[in-house]
């Protein structure tokens, strides 16, 4: 190996972009998104798919576990939709087996998560989006993401408990924001 290939390998952020993540420098508050595999993204076998284009994009893995979702979480996720003719269908869905539920976060996670998840129905979805390359029906749609921050706040509260979630660093950051 010559000395730029490895001079390639072994090159490091420089210590003052490392010196951003001190606790002593002030930050922007960080959004999150709630983001969960339904159970047809795990029974089709999809969740590592799922989770390499977030982990891929950029985005930071704060959260994460399969969880069996009992109907009252269900009811209460979606609470703006009770009165929609498709909810008890949609409620028996998202209980019919595990889900995987995940907080990422990064600045404008919220949105770019939905432009990556693609529209709810998936035929109107675009190819290169989840919803676009993986599924064909509404109410098959292998994946959640929260509409706005605080929605994002509201759902991660919810579907996760106190010390479910890690606070970390990722080596990466300094490669991905300036
Ligand atoms: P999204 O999941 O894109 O945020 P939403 O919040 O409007 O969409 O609806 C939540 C979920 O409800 C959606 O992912 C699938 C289901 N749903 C929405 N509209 C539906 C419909 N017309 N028929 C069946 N299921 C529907
Ligand atoms: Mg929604």
Redesign the pocket.
Known sequence: MDAMAVLARTSRPAPTLLATTSPAVSRRPVEQSYIMIKPDGVQRGLVGEIISRFEKKGFVLKGLKLFQCPKDLAQEH?KD?KE?P?FP??IEYITSGPVVCMAWEGDGVVASARKL?G??NPLQAEPGTIRGDLAVQ??R?VV??S?SPDNGKREIALWFKEGELCEWESVLTPWLVE
């Open positions: 979606y939709l929609k498709f269908g949609l998840i529209a709810t509404t109410g749609n959640h993401g509409d």
